[in-house]
């Protein structure tokens, strides 16, 4: 885990957005996991929400259990005992090493990033077990569709990327776009999104266009930032 986040820090600082950003993926948050995930489980969470919505397997119950394909991925109001927010992270390698195998050549992260830009996989781990499911898309190359718990290590569908050259520092804090590394669109690829705060279930994640404003800027509903470990 910790090597998921020290990679992404030493990538921020090649882009020399700064000692504070370079430091911005290897923070402590309250709250971000149960106790029992502790400094192996991470909490994903956006600009647009803040640090206190964070990801989250939509599961009735929030019990940790009964999770399967499918099953949808939102934000949710963090508290360490909520096990459905239980996340183990994992940088699983570099582009380098994806590319042209589970990754396809064609890809707009394998045409576009450097092969050193590492992949990471984020599996849903309530109170720190595996489950072997992770956050992913059911189909490649579809907009405006779910972020839901996909089988992990099957397909570039549960790779995501950090787009590290469109992150932004704030508030101590390094964000990024994150690019599923299934999408061949040759430009704007899909990256993770909130939906809207009014659906079933409110502030689903969704995978959209990446959408570069004026100032070479991302809107807040695609920059996301990663905390670790539980509340104490």
Known sequence: MRKMFMALGA???????????AQAAVHHNRPAATPACGDNCFAL???LLGPDMVQNAYIKGDLGTGGRVGQNVNLKTASNSHPNQDFSGAKVGDLSDFCGGIIPTASYVCVNYPSTYPVFESNWAPFGNDSGLCAGLATAN???EAVTLQDCG??????WVGDLKNGTAHSGHLYTPWVNASDPNFS??????VGRPSGRPANQLIVTRLNVLTGNTVP????????IGPVA
């Open 11 to 21: 990538a921020a600082a090649l882009l020399t957005l700064g000692s504070t950003a």
């Open 45 to 47: 969470s956006s600009l």
């Open 142 to 144: 579809l907009n405006d």
């Open 154 to 159: 099957v397909t570039a569908r549960t790779l």
């Open 188 to 193: 704007h690829p899909l990256v993770l999104t």
């Open 220 to 227: 807040d509903s695609q920059e996301f930032t990663l905390h």
